[in-house]
């Protein structure tokens, strides 16, 4: 089903305006996340949990 051009310009408008609304507090967490300490080993241990538990599971099979 084809969208009438109407919708795609109301469509595109409406992104805009989403961007230019959310844009200072992206840029914000994106400032903050430079500053935040790297905390790598935290989100990697759940991680390869999850790869050895999906592994385990294959070779359960």
Same mark, same amino acid.
């Given at each position: *089903?084809? *969208?009438?051009?109407?919708?795609?310009?109301? %469509?595109?408008? *409406? &992104? %805009?305006?989403?961007?230019?609304?959310?844009?200072?507090?992206?840029? &914000?967490? %994106?400032?903050?996340?430079?500053? &935040?300490?790297?905390?790598?080993?935290?989100?990697?241990?759940?991680?390869?949990?999850?790869?050895?538990?999906?592994?385990?599971?294959?070779?359960?099979?």
């Amino acid at each position: *089903m084809q *969208m009438a051009m109407w919708e795609s310009v109301l %469509l595109g408008v *409406m &992104a %805009l305006g989403l961007i230019f609304w959310m844009g200072p507090g992206i840029k &914000a967490t %994106l400032q903050r996340s430079k500053e &935040a300490p790297k905390d790598w080993l935290g989100a990697l241990v759940p991680i390869g949990g999850v790869v050895l538990f999906v592994i385990f599971l294959i070779m359960m099979v």
